[in-house]
């Protein structure tokens, strides 16, 4: 078992930043794909960003990338997302996600297919 826990969320106005923080423990060895979702009021969970923590391969969605940056420190096993730039479009819950599986898979799985899940933290971007 793996144990995802976020922090960083908050309030922001447009075009500020926030960082989120992912800390894992347990069997994190057995994943090393390591991930961000989010999730806004009335849609689906949706992919952000993936990273290998093995290779350090990463992965972004269209709508973050040059904006968001997923780094990883395995020391404190611990994943991060920096998000510049935000806008109210970014308002939503940001799960970390934690998968057995290669990067890839984050990037194109269902959510319902992701081994690990965090328990979310409230990002909002006001206008």
């Known amino acids: 078992q793996v144990q995802l826990v976020e922090s960083g969320g908050g309030l922001v106005q447009t075009g500020g930043s926030l960082r989120l923080s992912c800390a894992a423990s347990?069997?994190?060895?057995?994943?090393?794909?390591m991930g961000w979702f989010r999730q806004a009021p009335g849609k689906e969970r949706e992919f952000v960003a993936a990273l290998s923590r093995t290779t350090g391969t990463t992965y972004y969605a269209d709508s973050v990338k040059g904006r968001f940056t997923i780094s990883r420190d395995n020391a404190k096993n611990s994943v991060y997302l920096q998000m510049n730039s935000l806008k109210p479009e970014d308002t939503a819950v940001y799960y970390c996600a934690a998968d057995s599986g290669p990067v890839f898979k984050l990037r194109v799985a269902s959510p319902r297919e992701v081994d690990y899940w965090g328990q979310g933290t409230q990002v909002t971007v006001s206008s």
């Open positions: 347990g069997r994190t060895f057995s994943s090393p794909a």
